[in-house]
């Protein structure tokens, strides 16, 4: 069982390998597990009260990035961090496939607007594709295409990028 440590951030400097000086008896905080979100790509360490395991953990956010996994799609590159061995790969389910009909979306403080396109490439919760923004009806054969780059959020939904 690890050593508590004094503060849940004392905690998590132990995880990832600093020194972090214990606390007298079981009192203090040590690491329970680490929570990764896929789509901000951010992790954070989930510390828990030595005396206390019933109390609410406590988060403590990783500054680096996660370690996103080989297989997101064929020419994605690994990033190392220093949680690597602490944080599982995190492996993305492909949502978007490429050619299927998406909806686009953009969202600010003054409006939401939402278009149907067809995506160009597959991709993942968090990942950044390019969509191509269906014709309007009747539109002209020699109207030029337009293409726009999105964050896919959900099975299908893509949140445009400005």
Known sequence: MAECAATP?????AALGGHASGSEGNAG???????VDPVL??????VRRCDMPN???????????VRMAASITPDAQP????????APEVSHQILVQAGQSVHAF???????MEVAAQALQPGSAGQTISL???RRPGAPADEPEHR???????????EVTP
């Open 55 to 65: 109390a609410p953990a406590v988060l403590v956010p990783i500054s680096a990035p």
């Open 29 to 35: 905080y040590r690491l329970e597990e680490v929570e």
């Open 106 to 112: 953009f969202t600010s403080p003054v409006m939401h």
């Open 9 to 13: 951030e004392m905690a998590a400097k």
């Open 41 to 46: 790509r951010r992790a954070w360490m989930r």
């Open 148 to 158: 726009i780059r999105g964050m896919v959020r959900a099975d299908g939904s893509v």
């Open 132 to 134: 191509l923004l269906k």
């Open 79 to 86: 990033k190392d961090v220093a949680i690597e061995r602490l």
